[in-house]
């Protein structure tokens, strides 16, 4: 009786790693068709330039998505006023969370986003596009990426960030928030618009290594929270309890 029980369990970690190198292969093979046009969007001016990157990175995730029985439903994208630039929050659970938060915001957009990751050979070109490149260990690049984020928002760039900082592998809803994107929307006088990404880490679970699964996942955008009022401290809060509350209900 112990050894059937034990046989689905066999059988599925067998599945999560073949079907884990299958999305590596497709995500390499189907970035390399999308890297030449992403990389040329450069040579038109923004923000219209960085419109047409998101929308190639859009199609492409969207396909690869689907490729490894992902598919993604968009929920809430009304929200989003024309002419109007916002700070996007979005939870953080499993590295699927990357693909599937900046492709499908609505509009021109970057995220904030490791610097190290350039040093990847080609991805790192795309990867240093689509960003706001910090380097965490060091305060002058943490001051500086504030002002990139500054000058993206005046530019017409949507603002990207994960406030939790890294994947949430406790057994909240949520980490606790920085307070970086708060201090960044009350000092520009930006919104914020919560991002709810759901069902990320039951395809790909943060507590195991090379593990994917097919399983759908969603992004929901929230109703703006304008910064009138609030100190960033006081906008941390808010938005975390509305999105854990969100996610408890969803999830």
């Given amino acids: ?19 884990a190198f299958w999305g590596l292969i497709s995500f390499a093979g189907t970035f390399l068709m999308i890297l030449i046009p992403s990389l040329l969007t450069k040579l038109i001016k923004d923000p219209k330039g960085m419109w047409w990157f998101i929308l190639i990175a859009k199609g492409w995730q969207w396909t690869w998505l ?4 992902c598919p993604v439903t968009v929920k809430g994208k009304e929200h989003f006023k024309k002419g ?11 590295m699927l969370d990357v ?19 350039t ?16 380097d965490r260990n060091s305060d002058a690049s943490r001051r ?10 005046r530019k017409g760039f949507h603002m990207c960030i994960f406030p939790e900082g890294t994947r949430n592998k406790s057994s909240e809803p949520l980490k606790q928030f920085y307070d970086g994107a708060f201090k960044l929307a009350v000092d520009t006088k930006t919104a914020v618009i919560p991002a709810i990404l759901l069902h990320t ?7 195991k290594s090379f593990w994917l699964v097919p399983h759908p996942v969603e992004i929901h955008f929230l109703a703006p929270i304008e910064t009138e009022g609030y100190t960033s401290k006081e906008l941390r809060d808010k938005v975390f309890q509305i999105m854990k509350d969100y996610y408890v209900a969803h999830e």
């Avoid at 109007?84 to 499993?94: D, E, F, W």
């Avoid at 693909?99 to 990751?117: D, H, M, R, V, W």
């Avoid at 880490?201 to 507590?207: I, V």
């Fill in 201 to 207: 880490k039951k395809a790909m679970p943060s507590d």
């Fill in 144 to 153: 500086k990426s504030f002002d990139d984020m500054k000058a993206a928002l």
């Fill in 84 to 94: 109007k630039t916002y700070v996007i929050t979005c939870n953080h659970n499993a």
């Fill in 1 to 19: 009786m112990k050894s059937r029980q034990a046989k689905p369990g066999i059988l599925l970690q067998i599945f999560a790693r073949i079907w």
């Fill in 66 to 69: 689907n490729l490894i029985g």
């Fill in 119 to 134: 040093k990847v050979p080609l991805f790192g070109f795309y990867y240093a596009r689509g960003s706001v490149l910090v």
């Fill in 99 to 117: 693909p599937l938060s900046a492709p499908f915001i609505p509009g021109p957009n970057q995220t904030i986003a490791k610097k190290e990751f």
